[in-house]
């Protein structure tokens, strides 16, 4: 740690009948102005200050930071902690091993490999909603789980022996964010280091963007790649420039009706259209102490959803309130608050900090909301939902040749079904300005879908199903399920329908899968749980399920209707994610919406309803109900929240939680500090990043002769790059496996192998969504191979191809390029596929830093353009010239494209000297692997 005080900053900090050595930020002049964020970085540097990689020139910087100015200054980031899951944690431990050998390969010592600081793994990922809608879909979900993942789970458990300070939460035990709030974030750590005993902020870094849930305890804390992660452990600072940080002021109450997850849509919604890419950003003001820690924590775990790198709420008493809510021990909580105030942490309503940019929000104009069909940050009003979904149907229905009679074809379907005038606002969508009833060619006059299709069940149900069916309903993710106020909402609401006796609609999957067991416990405390039970909604899992894209198939005879009528369904969920080709491969749209509305739309079973004045079905009286008669009031959840949540269920389910049952305390575990790798295993296999590897960097070489591999349009995401979903058979991963003996029924999803590098390759740009725009009228992992005259062939086998030829390889990209997930296969894919470089419009934070993590050069083209400005197809044959000015301790900010007889110059995103040390020495793991063998 700090071996320099230069600013005589060490203290001592008296809490009860403890001592704790602190670094106070009083002792630095201009510290008090700063953002509650900027004061956590700030301690960290005085903490961490070696006179070499952090000096007094680095502290008084960020002491002294300017607002306004843009982000210039380079600081080096040492967090307190390192928390994982199991579908990025399995790649993080299979590359810390394979780092174990290259370290002996190279003369090490192989011991050198291991944590530093606290890392922790909570598997949740992997679970699949594979049963539904019977009591025992829990157990048999964990069974059949455990039966797909036992490779990983035994890797994991040889982990957890091998590495120091690194431990493993089993499976069915909860979602790691939610985990991470309820039980493992410490807020301030009271930690023994070299032989004094320590008070400091909790920090972290999580190989998940949906880290920040943490934020809303005032944590500091953000999502990197596995490989950024990865060094973390290792003791290697996180690189990163000083921020920018948005004031975000809260005024006012959240108004009868509105909900946490209507609030987060809408902070969505306003951040992501104000633009915070790359921005911290802070909440404050009297409103702050009005929002329950729990909407806190919903607000932050959507911060990936807004692009920004973190969305913290300061310390406050509701901090302390929750912290003891959750069994926090007495002498933790008393360490918090004292700390805080100590330090100038504890939030003051009135206090308005330096800020670079201001946003306000009344949290009373707050109205009940959905996002989709496809992006978080597309909210709509529940008042619009119908019209909107109505609106951009079209863009999801092949067309249709006209009908006879008085129906109107596909082609000509009714401009006036909505008055131009009522047309909602429908934010990113490409048709907003266009009035309500433009482009209905999936509509009758009537305005109603047209593609009615006759299904009969195995239970013998006979039922018609339409575009915009709801056929998953989902009450899912950390962002929600943490949240006592919506899940008790969700259950009140299922308890009211019963007894009106309503049923979901039978083509409709309903799941509960809950963050954490306290949810459970509360619903049984408060007698709920057989009104979610009566609904369909029983317990399938404590983990992501449908929102990481685990939903399971859905009901055979549905999924058969719907493909064969090539209809639009339609999944309604309360995650955080709702990307194309995520959720479930026979679902085209997808919404995401508060736990009772999911409830409200699996008793509606469409999306083509108003559920404001259309009835959600008939009492045992034929008496129409409607969403309003049965919505629970805020008193009645805060009557119910307030006495059936109780701390020692906090206690009692965390007591004993990286022990696991019996299943996982029964696996045979491998031992010893390297691994013993299983030539057959399909699961986890040794990658091949330091195949070859020299003690010292070879130069960076300008780029010749590159071709593309694929041109994308805006908004591509990780999952477009990386998909974490089902395998499908005839794909190239699929392939792989059924050579390698693995029948269908076993190939899992991409998420849970990981762990092999052959899967994942085959995996990358497999998205079933995907339009690559070299191969017109192809969707999916297609592009043209230019070795075989321009023929379409899979991405994967071109590759192949390309680097058998020594042919380097570009992507073309437009805005967004990367967002959504922290996923570091969208970058490991990306470079052993032979990538050498991006071009993109922009990028999203994580995605960047993890393609210089893995040596592929991220540019971006020059303001205002793009490759349609320039002219480009992708068809050209490339040179990137310039980077080898990096050889020379430089990074250029710009270079030169040359594109069959174009020139033009791309920005150089390499944004610090840090990332320029990554990308010198080939990747992160390069850089790291080889600083510690210089030690």
């Not at 990865?230 to 600072?237: H, T, V």
């Not at 064969?564 to 026979?586: K, M, W, Y």
């Not at 349009?713 to 190239?732: F, L, Q, R």
């Amino acid at each position: 740690m700090a071996s320099v005080d230069s600013f005589g900053a060490k203290g001592q900090l008296e809490v009860g009948e403890a001592s704790y050595e602190i670094y106070r930020l009083a002792a630095v002049d201009s510290a008090e102005r700063l953002p509650y964020s900027l004061k956590i970085l700030l301690e960290n540097l005085l903490r961490t200050e070696d006179g070499a990689n952090i000096t007094a020139d680095d502290i008084r910087a960020l002491a002294q930071w300017d607002a306004n100015s843009e982000p210039s200054k380079e600081i080096q980031f040492t967090p307190a902690r390192v928390i994982m899951q199991d579908f990025t944690g399995v790649p993080a431990v299979v590359d810390l091993a394979t780092m174990r050998e290259a370290v002996r390969d190279l003369g090490g010592d192989p011991a050198r490999i291991n944590p530093l600081s606290p890392a922790e793994l909570v598997i949740d990922h992997s679970v699949i909603a594979d049963v539904f809608g019977t009591p025992d879909a829990f157990a048999r979900n964990v069974e059949i789980e455990y039966e797909r993942n036992k490779e990983r789970y035994q890797f994991l458990r040889w982990g957890q022996g091998a590495f120091d300070d690194f431990r493993v939460v089993p499976p069915g035990t909860g979602i790691v964010h939610q985990v991470n709030i309820e039980h493992l974030a410490r807020v301030v750590f009271g930690r023994e280091v070299d032989g004094s005993r320590q008070a400091y902020p909790d920090t972290c870094v999580g190989t998940d963007s949906h880290t920040t849930m943490v934020n809303g305890l005032g944590v500091v804390g953000w999502g990197v790649g596995g490989i950024e992660a990865e060094a973390a452990m290792l003791g290697q600072p996180v690189s990163m420039l000083i921020p920018r940080v948005v004031g975000f002021k809260l005024n006012g109450e959240l108004p009868e009706g509105a909900t946490a997850t209507d609030l987060v849509l809408t902070i969505t919604e306003m951040l992501r259209k104000h633009g915070v890419v790359g921005k911290f950003v802070e909440f404050y003001g009297p409103g702050v102490g009005a929002v329950p820690l729990a909407n806190r924590a919903t607000i932050g775990n959507m911060s990936p959803e807004y692009g920004s790198t973190i969305a913290v709420f300061p310390i406050d008493e509701e901090t302390v309130r929750y912290l003891r809510l959750t069994g926090r021990p007495d002498e933790q909580v008393a360490l918090v608050e004292a700390y805080a105030k100590e330090q100038g942490l504890w939030h003051e309503p009135e206090r308005e900090a330096a800020y670079s940019e201001y946003l306000e929000l009344d949290l009373s104009t707050v109205v009940p909301s959905i996002a989709g069909p496809k992006r978080p940050q597309d909210r709509v009003s529940l008042s619009d939902a119908k019209q909107v979904f109505r609106g951009v149907l079209t863009d999801y229905v092949a067309a249709a040749p006209k009908t006879n009679g008085d129906e109107k074809g596909y082609d000509e379907a009714s401009a006036e079904s909505f008055p131009a005038s009522d047309a909602p606002s429908f934010s990113g969508d490409n048709h907003a300005d266009q009035p309500a009833g433009y482009a209905s060619a999936a509509r009758g006059a009537n305005g109603r879908p047209t593609a009615p299709t006759r299904v009969t069940l195995a239970d013998g149900t006979e039922c018609e199903l339409d575009h915009g069916a709801v056929v998953i309903a989902a009450i899912t993710s950390c962002t929600n399920t943490s949240n006592p106020s919506v899940m008790v909402g969700a259950a009140l609401l299922a308890k009211k329908a019963v007894e009106r006796g309503l049923n979901r609609k039978p083509w409709v999957k309903t799941t509960l899968a809950p963050g954490s067991k306290v949810v459970m416990d509360y619903y049984e405390r408060a007698g709920l749980t057989p009104y979610l039970d009566k609904l369909g909604f029983n317990l399938v899992g404590y983990g992501c399920t449908t929102c990481i894209g685990n939903s399971g198939p859905l009901i055979p005879e549905v999924s058969q209707a719907v493909n064969d009528a090539d209809l639009t369904a339609v999944s309604v969920l309360s995650g955080n994610r709702n990307f194309e080709g995520r959720i479930n491969p026979d679902v085209k749209m997808n919404y995401l919406a508060s736990p009772p509305l999911v409830v409200a739309y699996a008793l509606a079973g469409s999306m083509d309803v108003d559920l404001r004045t259309e009835p959600l079905g008939q009492d045992s009286d034929g008496n129409d109900v409607f969403l309003a008669d049965i919505w629970p009031s805020e008193h009645e959840v805060e009557e119910v929240v307030a006495g059936a949540i109780a701390s020692e269920m906090f206690t009692r389910d965390y007591a004993d939680v990286f022990a696991g049952d019996e299943q996982w305390q029964g696996l045979p575990t491998p031992e010893g500090d390297l691994f013993a790798w299983d030539e057959q295993s399909t699961y986890v296999r040794k990658p091949p990043y330091f195949e070859g590897m020299s003690a010292e960097p070879t130069p960076v070489r300008d780029i010749t002769g590159a071709r593309v591999l694929a041109k994308l349009g805006d908004s591509v995401t990780t999952d477009h790059i990386s998909p974490a979903g089902s395998i499908k058979k005839d794909s190239p991963a699929g392939a792989y496996l059924l050579d390698n003996g693995v029948q269908f029924r076993d190939f899992n999803s991409y998420g849970s192998r990981r762990g092999n590098h052959e899967v994942m390759i085959r995996g990358t740009f497999a998205n079933i969504r995907l339009r690559n725009q070299l191969a017109p009228g192809t969707e999916g992992g297609f592009t043209r191979d230019f070795t075989a005259g321009g023929e379409v062939t899979t991405i994967y086998d071109a590759s192949m191809h390309y680097q058998e030829a020594g042919t380097p390889l570009i992507i073309l990209a437009g805005k967004e390029y990367g967002s959504g997930s922290s996923r570091d296969w969208a970058a490991k894919g990306t470079a052993l596929l032979g990538v050498k470089a991006v071009l993109a419009e922009s990028y999203e934070r994580i995605h960047r830093s993890n393609l210089i993590g893995m040596g592929v050069l991220p540019l971006q083209y020059a303001h205002g353009e793009s490759a349609e400005s320039l002219g480009l197809t992708g068809e050209e044959t490339f040179d990137v010239v310039g980077i080898e000015a990096l050889n020379e301790g430089e990074t250029p900010r710009e270079l030169t494209v040359r594109a069959d007889g174009r020139e033009f110059r791309a920005v150089v995103r390499i944004d610090t000297p840090g990332e320029a040390d990554y990308f010198r020495h080939g990747g992160i793991m390069q850089y790291v692997l080889r600083s510690l063998l210089a030690h």
